[in-house]
T-cell receptor, first 114, second 117 residues
């Protein structure tokens, strides 16, 4: 039973480019969460999605950031026109539809903006 | 207001000793869950243990136990017989509104634990 998968593991972008981060939840999981971790800090919630629906995006920056979880395929976190301050580790987590409280995390994507 | 507070930025412990990592939380919601995650230097987040606010007993998972003191709003992680591989960052997290559908986790700042041989 594969865990949460994220790719790429490392991503380098120049200022102004777009970053696309992908997350495939664990098999059977229909809830996906994105978190951001700045160096030496804890994780900060960004967005919570179910298939084809954004449930809670209270942690998403108002501009340049978007997320989707289509009916088929992985969840995508998209950052347009990246800036140096976007450099961070981005983690995806998933949980099952049964209401189980535990979220299981992927290995993260380390984004570096030059 | 800080929802999760981890007051120990770093801890150094001798191998085989027990260690307690502190976590206090703040919520007015009567139903919540408390989690501990381990983040080794490789960067992944590993789930360790969970405690629900209505659970009568303290949670245990192998060498990990959670010292849950509801009145004090504390949820300390206890690691017994520490091992070199326990060296990592440890994060306490909380989820509010347990019975309202899956929701976001709020994390503390973390404690960096170093086990000395």
């Amino acid at each position: 039973n594969a865990g949460v998968m994220q790719n790429p593991r490392h991503l380098v972008r120049r200022r102004g480019q777009e970053a696309r981060l992908r997350c495939s939840p664990m098999k059977g999981h229909s809830h996906v969460y994105w978190y951001r971790q700045l160096p030496e800090e804890g994780l900060k919630f960004m967005v919570y999605l179910q298939k084809e629906n954004i449930i809670d995006e209270s942690g998403m920056p108002k501009e340049r950031f978007s997320a989707e979880f289509p009916k088929e395929g992985p969840s995508i976190l998209r950052i347009q026109q990246v800036v140096r301050g976007d450099s961070a580790a981005y983690f995806c987590a998933s949980s099952p539809p049964s209401g189980s409280e535990t979220q299981y995390f992927g290995p993260g994507t380390r984004l570096l903006v030059l | 207001a800080q929802k999760i507070t981890q007051t120990q930025p770093g801890m150094f412990v001798q191998e085989k000793e027990a260690v307690t990592l502190d976590c206090t939380y703040d919520t007015s919601d009567p139903s919540y869950g408390l989690f501990w995650y381990k983040q080794p230097s490789s960067g992944e987040m590993i789930f360790l243990i969970y405690q629900g606010s209505y659970d009568q007993q303290n949670a245990t998972e192998g060498r990990y136990s959670l010292n849950f003191q509801k009145a004090r709003k504390s949820a300390n992680l206890v690691i017994s017989a520490s091992q070199l591989g326990d060296s990592a960052m440890y994060f306490c997290a909380m989820r509010e509104g347990l019975f309202q559908g899956a929701q976001k986790l709020v994390f503390g700042q973390g404690t960096r634990l170093t086990i000395n041989p």
